[in-house]
């Protein structure tokens, strides 16, 4: 089948394509928020009615005890090779609900983006899988076997999918995970992603009177637990933007001078990525460029702190307790384990006399890299020069995607990461969106991996 006759059946279903996921982007599958649970259950019970309709062979709901995993597959041939796609159903809160323009779980598009939460991260590039699948199958032109493996979990640690997977070896079992759940550098430079840094989430709470005091009775007599636990955060960088916790770097990844030049070929326009943001100037570990801080280099940044009065008016309130959310970007070599215990003994012995503290560590991931030169890379490559005219770039991602190494370990396969989004989605933000571009070409660009895939 030619990507000519791929455009056509997706041009002239691309309004039934995208109300499906419109219809999807209405259910508020926020897994890390009880409120939602029977929402979540229902995405599963959605995922597996699409699937089947797209002609799998069978699809199921396979309970965990947490949210379920939709499983299914299309076996055309066993001696074909097998592609086991991976993605998930869940989704992040869309607090602060203030902030959107529209409702987050009302799909609009505005700008030829799809504006909802979960539209990039991740219903709509898993989506893109199911309507692949569906164009080849009534296209008669699947070459390869599919496998889905949709978990309702990744945005809160992926917690039970270990054990799936272990127990599930032998069902697994493919040539590669194809996943989508990263981006490319923009519309007119495609990438894939070839590299991702691991997670270390720790929770710190700061306690010093028993109560909140009234801050002009005991104010200079009581140290103030959000005054300390601001001075501890400070102190965790130097002045060149080095995490400054013992122990911290030793097992980093160095890469080459080759790696290193390798990585900066993708086009970076610094002055445009400032203007995207909103920023005036860029932040980070001195001597390295957009790309490596992003890319091959560890951080460490508060993703919330919070403590004493936050409501409206004033309140003179010395506050009792001061917390924050802490976390930590992984490279090669680091592991979150470690690191956990490395923050841990650095955050407490910090603390001064006056207060108490509490460390508590969350979930984590290891990081990951691909090897550049396997099949599927190379059915890849062909298949973004086939739909986009032109050869991808090969990058290292910031995000972390902990199931990669798991993947590895337990079924010693490598995942193949062929993401759509881009940096303005504002993934995990107010206002998420996603390309309907970047669906529509994301569909078409996997229907002829398929195709690369099954002659490589």
Same mark, same amino acid.
């Given at each position: ?97 203030e902030l959107w323009k529209s409702p987050p779980f009302e799909p609009e598009v505005r700008d030829g983006k799809i504006y909802a939460r979960g539209a990039s991260d991740d219903k709509g590039q898993m989506y893109m899988h199911v309507k692949a699948l569906e164009t080849m199958i009534v296209n008669d032109a ?9 978990? =309702? ?130 932040? =980070? ?21 919070? =403590? ?149």
């Open positions: 089948m030619s990507t000519t006759a791929f455009k056509s059946y997706i041009e002239e279903n691309q309004d039934r394509f995208l109300e499906e996921l419109f219809d999807l982007l209405r259910i508020p599958s926020v897994s890390t928020d009880s409120k939602f649970q029977q929402d979540v259950r229902r995405t599963a019970d959605f995922v597996k009615e699409r699937l089947l309709e797209a002609k799998v062979d069978k699809a199921e709901i396979v309970e965990t005890e947490g949210y379920p995993i939709v499983y299914a597959e299309k076996m055309v041939d066993p001696s074909k090779p097998t592609v086991l796609v991976y993605g998930h159903y869940d989704v992040q809160p869309a607090d602060p609900y699947l070459p390869c076997n599919v496998k889905f493996m949709i978990e =309702g979990e990744e945005e809160v640690g992926s917690s039970h999918l270990a054990g799936f997977v272990k127990d599930n070896r032998e069902k697994l079992q493919a040539d590669v995970v194809l996943i989508s759940d990263t981006g490319i550098i923009d519309n007119e430079n495609p990438s894939i992603t070839i590299g991702l840094r691991g997670l270390s989430y720790m929770e710190v709470e700061v306690t010093g009177p028993r109560i909140d005091l009234h801050s002009g009775m005991f104010g200079g007599t009581v140290a103030n637990p959000v005054n300390v636990l601001c001075r501890m955060i400070a102190s965790l960088h130097d002045e060149q933007g080095r995490v400054t916790i013992p122990g911290f770097y030793d097992k980093v990844a160095e890469l080459s001078d080759e790696e290193r030049s390798e990585i900066n070929r993708a086009p970076q326009d610094d002055e445009k990525y400032k203007q995207e943001l909103g920023v005036k100037a860029l932040a =980070g570990e001195d001597g390295y460029t957009t790309m490596e801080r992003i890319g091959i280099r560890p951080t460490l940044d508060v993703n919330g702190i919070w =403590g004493g009065y936050t409501g409206e008016g004033a309140k003179t309130v010395l506050p009792s307790k001061a917390y924050a959310k802490i976390s930590m970007r992984l490279v090669p070599n680091q592991h979150p384990d470690e690191i956990d215990e490395l923050f841990t003994k650095h955050f407490e012995s910090i603390a001064p006399d006056t207060v108490q503290v509490k460390v508590t560590p969350h979930h984590g991931g290891e990081p990951a890299v691909v090897p550049t030169d396997s099949p599927a890379i190379e059915a890849a490559k062909k298949a973004f020069q086939d739909a986009w005219g032109k050869e991808p770039f090969l990058t290292r991602e910031g995000g972390s995607i902990p199931i990669v190494s798991l993947f590895q370990k337990e079924l010693g396969i490598d995942s193949l990461l062929m993401g759509f989004g881009l940096d303005e989605d504002a993934i995990h933000s107010p206002n998420e969106s996603y390309g309907v571009f970047n669906f529509l070409k994301g569909i078409e660009t996997i229907s002829l991996f398929y195709q690369h895939f099954a002659k490589v």
